[in-house]
């Protein structure tokens, strides 16, 4: 009885962040979630075995080739391959002629990226991600006079014992990296930008995708150390209390596509524990501005 009394109410502040699961094999029941997640009704759908183990290993042998001065560091233990935002620094304002030139070059590198890693893993996930958008037609998103194209999936490599995705948001990445998201906002709605990832080497531990039940909408600013987030009314949520906000987490095996509400949902990825390094692949869409189809880059 007295510890009944004594025990604390768990207080559970935020919503429950509701992501789908289902098998590849069995997606045809999912043919709105792209919807679901744009409306923000889901927040997600973790597909498992989207890739076979065969195509798994061709991936993870094919990046094992990528020479470390192909890699580009981003943050401690984050390195990507090819470019991220089509190889420019998305903080800089920099000209047309410019930015053309980049999308020749991720071009160049994009036209021999399936030969290279011996999966059409963009053939692959294209034709699901149209599956769970009512047959959306889905494009890559060209340069001016339709040459060039903005890279559609890069390779995230996080080095074992070190590598992570601090806390973040698609929204608020449009506000830091705005010179980019500008040029972007002129083709599809950025906001409600959808992130997709295949894992192809799970750690021993973290790695995890934690997804947070707060929306940017809900808390818009991010401080400590990116683990605690304010919201309009002077209201704090720290994000590395579990009682006080509530979050999905998973480490998606081998082979498993997740796709998620990158716009609007906080959302990282803890860092690599043990011996092995993590390595996914994906990148982000959103709807064209007339809606009719879905529009890549990474
Ligand atoms: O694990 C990854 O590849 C990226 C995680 C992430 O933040 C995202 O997909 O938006
Ligand atoms: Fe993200």
Known sequence: ??????????NKTTREVIVLEVDASKLS?????????IKREIDGVLIRNFLSKDEVEILKSGFSDVKQEELTQYDEGMFLYPKA???????EQISDKKFQETLVDSE???????????????????????????????????GDEEIGVYT?????YLEAGKGQFKTHCGVAFQQEFKPFYDRLSKICTIRDQISYF????????????????LDWSEAERLVNENSVLIDKKGKEYNLLDEDQVKCYKVAPNQGDLILFSEGELWHR????????????????????????????WS
């Open 85 to 91: 935002f089509s190889g420019i620094d998305p903080r």
């Open 108 to 142: 160049e590198r994009w036209k021999l990226f399936s030969r290279r890693f011996g999966v059409d893993f963009h053939s692959k996930v294209t034709r699901v991600l149209s599956s769970l958008s009512r047959r959306r037609r889905i494009d890559l998103i060209k």
């Open 198 to 213: 295949v894992t192809v080497q799970k750690p021993q531990s973290g790695g995890e995708l934690i997804l947070y039940g």
């Open 152 to 156: 559609p999936q890069t390779f995230r």
């Open 269 to 296: 990825v803890s860092a690599v524990v043990g011996d092995v390094s993590r390595l996914t692949l994906g990148g982000f869409m959103t709807r064209s501005k007339d809606d009719k189809s879905l529009k890549m």
């Open 1 to 10: 009885m007295l510890k009944k009394i004594f025990t604390k109410k768990k």
């Open 29 to 37: 029941s999912l043919k709105h979630s792209l919807d679901a997640i």
